[in-house]
């Protein structure tokens, strides 16, 4: 139960702060649609999604109604296609992502995720039709996402899939030419993909999640912001550690992740479901006052990309995740720091000054919760250059133990420093460069497997 100085806490975090539920994701499996007849399997996929979450928007207005937090998103993440599909050839699979879209568009949520495929240790044939089927599927509907998890810390890294990645981003890029290349925004490629994430476009139903369930998704990096701002004016910068910011961030996190489960668990119950986990990301949008660089400038730097830079992610996610850890026992999604550049103003003003370069993105994204999202490339990029940057970050990963993921857009006819505009939260910025571009096409040629690292021999 939130106490009476919780709730006017909350109240002045939703109106001077941006504090909202970024999404409330309804995850549901499709596992039992499947049958050798595409047309009934196309029938049996609608017909359960527009049973099971026909009523989610509804439920998630009157939340809102209720109590005046804002919830942005409402969306649906199913079991992965490459699952469902399988057997059938590429016009079978062509047609379950037509008719994902359609059940979304018939209960009017944002997204469907689940377009995906788990191929870290080697791919299927399903999973390589869905694979070829990628730009197809994506370019053909309006609300489908896609997501393939070609590494784990267990298995390695599958670098035939990752090779064959690259050609399929550059395919998608050129396919949506004129929406400069904005295909690419609905596939992220993953390391360590979490099962239960509530964001898009990584969000799938996972073999281990119940037959339905409820996962919330909150962000507040104003929130954030404006709760260290407060401390050192009332505090005194010269009488502040860095610890103390921390602890400072921690808090906020608590107050803003009881917030995001309450009103997850109060979706989940009008609709009779299971409540499965609050992911506290801090995921910010193109809004002034809610990024993810404004959090770095309270915490002493004047430049997104500075020297430390990397230090002060890593506090940052650190912090979130402990604040979160203390207020719930169902964290779970990715509950961190997300550095999507387009998608932040202030991080895509740093990349337009240079002051912020992608091997320092890269640097950054060992320590933050996600990896190299939301970024924009020349569109003359080669598919193996692609490809060599996804293996780097799916390494970080790998090694590291954690989510790593890559949402590249080479942004076809345009070279870096020209702008890219998406809308909505999707944003916009520069392209940025690319170094050393074509200088890796031997390495990624030799495909294959990166072997597991021996800390993967760990029961």
């Not at 998630?60 to 209720?66: G, L, N, Y």
């Not at 490339?377 to 133990?401: C, H, R, Y």
């Amino acid at each position: 139960m939130m106490r009476s100085d919780q709730i006017i806490n909350t109240i002045d975090m939703v109106q001077r702060e941006n504090l909202d539920v970024r999404t409330i994701t309804m995850g549901i499996n499709l596992l039992d649609c499947r049958h050798n007849d595409i047309d009934v399997m196309c029938s049996r996929v609608v017909s359960k999604i527009e049973r099971l979450a026909g009523n989610l928007v509804d439920a998630c207005e009157q939340i809102v109604t209720k109590y005046g937090v804002p919830i942005v998103n409402k969306r649906l993440a199913v079991s992965p296609a490459a699952d469902v599909a399988a057997g059938h050839g590429p016009e079978g699979f062509i047609a379950l992502a037509k008719a994902m879209d359609q059940a979304a568009h018939s209960v009017n949520v944002d997204f469907i995720g689940g377009y995906s495929a788990q191929v870290q240790k080697g791919a299927s044939a399903a999973d390589d039709i869905l694979i070829d089927t990628l730009p197809e599927a994506l370019l053909s509907t309006e609300k489908v996402c896609a997501s393939i998890n070609v590494g784990s810390s267990r298995a390695g890294i599958n670098m035939n899939a990752v090779k064959r990645l690259g050609q399929i981003l550059k395919t998608l890029a050129e396919g949506s030419r004129a929406q400069d290349g904005f295909g690419c925004a609905k596939l992220v490629i993953f390391t360590n993909q979490p099962e239960d994430n509530p964001f898009m476009a990584g969000a799938y139903h996972g073999h281990g999640e119940p037959e339905v369930v409820i996962n919330v998704g909150v962000s507040g990096p104003g929130v954030v912001r404006r709760a260290l701002e407060r401390r050192i004016e009332r505090d005194g910068a010269e009488n502040l550690g860095l610890d103390d910011l921390a602890e400072e961030i921690k808090q906020t996190s608590c107050r803003v992740t009881r917030c995001g489960e309450l009103l997850g668990r109060e979706v989940a119950s009008r609709l009779g479901v299971p409540f499965g986990i609050v992911d506290l990301s801090l995921a910010p949008t193109p809004k002034v006052g809610d990024s993810i660089g404004e959090i770095l400038f309270s915490l002493g730097l004047d430049a997104v990309g500075a020297p430390g830079s990397t230090a002060c992610i890593a506090m940052l996610n650190d912090a979130v995740k402990k604040g979160g850890a203390f207020a719930s026992q169902s964290v779970g999604g990715l509950s961190g720091a997300f550095i999507p550049v387009l998608e932040d103003s202030t991080l895509a003003a740093a990349a337009e000054r240079d002051e912020l370069s992608l091997e320092k993105l890269e640097a950054m994204t060992c320590v933050c919760s996600v990896g190299l999202d939301m970024i924009a490339v020349p569109g003359d990029t080669s598919a193996e250059t692609l490809s060599a940057m996804i293996a780097d970050e799916m390494a970080i990963g790998m090694i590291n133990k954690k989510t790593t993921a890559v949402r590249f857009i080479p942004v076809p006819g345009k070279k870096a420093g020209e702008r890219v505009e998406f809308g909505g939260l999707f944003g916009g910025g520069t392209i940025m460069p690319v170094r050393n571009q074509g200088k890796s096409a031997r390495f990624i040629n030799y495909a294959g497997h990166i072997p597991a690292p021996i800390h993967s021999l760990n029961n």
